[in-house]
């Protein structure tokens, strides 16, 4: 059985709603009219709305049953990317240089219906928390909410989350247990050198070339230092120095990310970052610091919850083949990490169909993929809070 028949008739409203959330992107923690026009929606279903969670968050709560059943939380997130939307779509964003690039516009829909869904049918039982973040584009709203009571003030056994993926066909899906997404750290490296006459490099001490051998130095730690059956990616993405043709410059600031799956290797990394920058520095005679950010966690699913998902996901992709179930992991980064640090769960692709890749200026949200998404909730909860137990 795919789509859910009754989800496929709210196609045409959920194509309305997803459309209207892409003309109005807001960036993290700046989700005013998102959230309310979620808020806004839920409390129409007649669910038990809490506004301002983590600031701009909004979480809604529905019971149905005897009130034995367990309690689980789905979580979509809801905010936009500083980018200038291309392309000639008639729902393009109409904030210049703000758009939904990530499909967090389809997220925020397919989570509405599968409250609307839920609520008219209430063919389960048990608790579902419908969680809707701010936040997930590096600013750590999923982490903000757990700081601010999300499984206290809403308890659940259980956190599930999806997020959409071009290149997989409409109506698949992808998902396995352990590492789907890595962790992401930042870093920043200021170099003290001095500066000099650039005829006269003997006078002063060039950070152009000690931060040169900084870059060449760090790409050694993925070669070198760990077993190669791991992933680790060490990018240096900014080099900033100089401005003239013949001046030496005094300084020069890099600037790059880590990205790894192993938290115990996450652990290392700032020791062995500031002895290639220290060691390296002594020996050309400049000083350094290393500023060390440490950003989201690697995203780990749980194998029984994952297992779980994958049948769910079989049945609404309505054969074995529509589930792949060794997709490589990626080594992007996502917020919902913090969830699952708190609760067991499952974070799962679902395919967006043939289009531009996320956070690119041509991508859009593939509406097919709304009333597939919702009647994947939908399943989920129907499943994994059986009435009939
Ligand atoms: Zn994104
Ligand atoms: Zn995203």
């Known amino acids: ?64 049953g005897d009130g034995n059943g367990g309690s689980i939380a789905l979580r979509a ?26 499909g967090h516009d389809g997220h925020t829909t ?18 579902v928390q419908f969680v809707f973040q701010p936040a997930e584009e590096g600013k750590g709203g999923g982490e903000k909410m757990i700081e601010d009571g999300l499984f206290k003030l809403f308890p659940a056994d259980e956190v599930y989350g999806m997020h959409n993926m071009p290149g997989i066909r409409v109506g698949e899906f992808a998902v396995a247990p352990g590492p789907m997404m890595a962790a992401r750290d930042n870093f920043e490296i200021l170099i003290q050198g001095r500066g000099s006459h650039a005829a006269m490099p003997h006078q002063g001490v060039d950070p152009v070339v000690v931060g040169s051998h900084i870059v060449l ?5 993925t070669s070198r230092n760990i077993n190669p059956q791991e992933s680790l990616v060490v990018s240096v993405t900014q080099f900033h120095a100089g401005e003239a043709f013949n001046i030496i410059p005094d300084t020069v600031t890099l600037k790059g990310t880590c990205r790894v799956f192993n938290s115990e290797l996450q652990e290392t990394l700032p020791d062995r970052i500031r002895q290639i920058v220290d060691g390296v520095s002594s020996t050309f005679g400049a000083n350094s610091e ?40 990626s080594m992007g980064a996502e917020d919902f990490s913090y969830m699952l640090q708190e609760r067991p769960g499952c974070y799962i692709w679902a395919g967006n ?31 994994r809070l059986p009435r009939n137990m």
């Open 1 to 64: 059985m795919p789509i859910i028949n009754r989800i496929a008739d709210y196609q045409e409203e959920l194509t309305v709603w997803r459309r209207y959330l892409h003309q109005n992107p807001e960036l993290g923690f700046e989700e005013f009219k998102t959230s309310d026009f979620v808020a806004n929606k839920l409390e129409d279903m007649g669910l038990s709305v809490h506004r301002g969670l983590a600031g701009t968050g909004v979480v809604a709560t529905l019971v149905s």
């Open 77 to 102: 997130d809801m905010d936009a990317l500083p980018l200038q939307e291309k392309g000639s779509i008639a729902h393009r964003s109409e904030t210049p240089g703000k758009m939904h690039a990530c």
């Open 110 to 127: 397919m989570l509405l219906g599968a409250a609307k869904y839920l609520s008219e049918t209430q063919n389960f039982n048990g608790t």
């Open 217 to 221: 130095a760090l790409q050694t730690i």
């Open 290 to 329: 290393l500023t060390y950010h440490k950003g989201y966690p690697a995203t780990i699913n749980a194998v029984s919850q994952t297992n779980f998902c994958a049948d769910v996901a079989k049945e609404i992709a309505g054969s074995e083949d529509g589930v792949d179930l060794k997709p490589t992991p």
């Open 353 to 383: 169909g043939d289009s531009a890749g996320l956070h690119h200026p041509e991508y859009d949200f593939n509406d097919q993929l709304l009333a597939v998404g919702a009647s994947y909730w939908s399943r989920l909860v129907e499943q």
